[in-house]
């Protein structure tokens, strides 16, 4: 039984047209070719691997030499003597070579001398050549000369995962089909299917992890599946994918990210201590934070993209990303995402990728934490706290003089009252300031900040302040000088006017 074991990617080869998956552009194209009687001397099918390229390249020799017709046919009966023989490489016309293996010149001249010849059994002589873009310079410069006067009996089909590396002039004589990645959906759909052949039970979650980690291939996919029915004796559920894949769960990653976002360090590391240590790849963990920052950057509120039905999270798991959203900007996400991607190389280099992911967990929470440029230009507008000196002040007993509101700025500081001194400099725009009374419009409003700073003032004066409130309305009467009284007592401004000794305020802009 074991030696006869197929792998499932060669079992289920698609061996007609309409059995290539998530190729349906391709497929349109060529048989409409075929059955209009248009063929082409030279063919060039490139995509990433696993897509189909040497199926199709198959496929396209069975319809140009099907016993079933007596022309080209798009629907060759995969029954006929040349059907099978080419299906199972074994056919003396339809030659499939490795290009990797026959790089040299002297391989290819041998190969193209017997192009010359006609076919023995079949209407085309059809040479396959895989990988093409291996071949030596010399070598593309044979196949270039046999592609500019083909005998009218020669089809090249040649395949190749990267089409930049074939010569333009090669390229120029070939018509060109793009292999797409097959789509997560279609590759669902085409795995169900092989299991229900297979009789193994594949839980559609387990078959959503098959399909995306296959990522565009319905090879490396079914190898995939192949794996999993070998590891779990067919009974292949998400547990026995992720323990396979070595990867985390969803859930846990959406966690994982909202510990890092809510700037806890410590549950943070423990978190990721106990993915590591449950056997994740940090690589692949790595990736699954970098689809979840993507995601909740499509599933950001402000930029109207409210179509996630293709997201891979659950209800309850989209519910959450919302939340962690509310709480984070947009450019947070993008930094995030900036950081996560120079970690991949990062990643790779390092000797010891744990401790390169805890200094990578660690600089998240930091970015998480931190203002942007256009928030950090904001702040600079309204005075704000920048440093508080570390001033042993002598206690002077009630004999403080208040006279502007710099001053009081500047005893709050020597006073080290750090909470009144970096509401006032941020929230208050002065309307009037004089020993023992201030009109002031609060921007934030909050109430505990009148009585604090008025019990402060007492006692620090020894005489009972007048505090008034006043709203925008009227503190927008204020005239200009308050505003640059203001704005001189930011202490950034005050350093700025020491450092230029003729500077001025002339204008200000709000
Ligand atoms: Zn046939």
């Given at each position: ?312 999270y659950t209800a309850d798991q989209r519910e959450t990303i919302k939340k962690i959203n509310e709480t984070i900007s947009l450019n947070t996400l993008s930094r995030i995402w900036q950081v996560m991607t120079a970690a991949v190389t990062e990643l790779q280099a390092s000797s010891n990728q744990k401790q390169c992911f805890d200094m990578l967990v660690i600089r998240l929470m930091h970015i998480a934490d931190m203002p942007s440029i256009p928030e950090l230009l904001k702040q600079q507008e309204t005075p704000k706290p920048v440093q508080i000196p570390e001033r042993k002040v002598e206690e002077k007993k009630s004999t403080l ?110």
């Amino acid at each position: 039984m074991e030696n006869n074991y197929t792998v499932l990617a060669r079992k289920y080869r698609s061996q007609d047209f309409e059995s290539l998956i998530g190729q349906d552009v391709l497929v349109k194209t060529l048989t409409t070719a075929i059955n209009t009687g248009r063929i082409a001397h030279a063919y060039i099918f490139t995509g990433i691997r696993g897509t189909g390229k040497t199926s199709t390249a198959r496929i396209l020799a069975k319809a140009l030499n099907c016993l079933s017709s007596d022309h080209a046919t798009a629907h060759p009966c995969c029954q006929c003597e040349n059907c099978r023989a080419i299906a199972a490489g074994q056919h003396i016309d339809v030659m499939e070579i490795d290009a990797a293996s026959h790089t040299g010149v002297d391989n290819m001249r041998e190969i193209l001398d017997a192009a010359l010849y006609r076919p023995t059994n079949a209407r085309y002589k059809v040479y396959i050549i895989d990988e093409v873009h291996m071949l030596s310079q010399s070598a593309f410069n044979a196949l270039l000369k046999t592609l500019e006067e083909p005998p009218a009996h020669v089809i090249f089909i040649l395949a190749t995962t990267e089409i930049r590396k074939v010569p333009v002039t090669i390229l120029s004589r070939c018509q060109r089909f793009d292999l797409a990645r097959v789509p997560v959906e279609t590759l669902k759909k085409h795995f169900a299917w092989v299991a229900e052949q297979e009789q193994v039970e594949l839980s559609d979650g387990a078959n959503e992890l098959l399909a995306r980690a296959a990522d565009g291939s319905v090879r490396d996919g079914l190898s995939l599946l192949d794996q999993a029915i070998a590891q779990t004796g067919g009974h292949v559920d998400e547990g026995a994918v992720l323990d396979m894949l070595k990867r985390t769960d969803r859930g846990t990653v959406v966690n994982f990210m909202k510990t890092i976002l809510s700037g806890d360090v410590n549950a943070a590391l423990n978190k990721l201590d106990e993915i590591y240590n449950n056997g994740a790849d940090l690589t692949m963990l790595l990736s699954d934070m970098m689809e979840w920052t993507h995601w909740a950057t499509r599933m950001y509120p402000s930029l109207k993209l409210q179509d996630v039905t293709s997201s891979p999270y659950t209800a309850d798991q989209r519910e959450t990303i919302k939340k962690i959203n509310e709480t984070i900007s947009l450019n947070t996400l993008s930094r995030i995402w900036q950081v996560m991607t120079a970690a991949v190389t990062e990643l790779q280099a390092s000797s010891n990728q744990k401790q390169c992911f805890d200094m990578l967990v660690i600089r998240l929470m930091h970015i998480a934490d931190m203002p942007s440029i256009p928030e950090l230009l904001k702040q600079q507008e309204t005075p704000k706290p920048v440093q508080i000196p570390e001033r042993k002040v002598e206690e002077k007993k009630s004999t403080l003089e208040i006279n502007t509101s710099q001053e009081l700025l500047e005893k709050l500081q020597e006073n080290r009252e750090i909470v009144l001194y970096s509401y006032f400099g941020t929230n208050l725009e002065i309307s009037e300031f004089e020993n023992g009374k201030i009109v002031y419009f609060d921007r934030k409003g909050d109430p505990t900040f009148q009585s604090s700073l008025a019990k402060w003032l007492s006692e620090k004066t020894g005489k009972n302040w007048v505090l008034q409130r006043i709203e925008k309305s009227e503190h927008q009467q204020t005239t200009s000088e308050h505003v640059k009284e203001e704005i001189q007592a930011d202490p950034m401004v005050a350093d700025a006017m020491k450092l230029f000794e003729d500077a001025e305020i002339i204008n200000i802009s709000k």
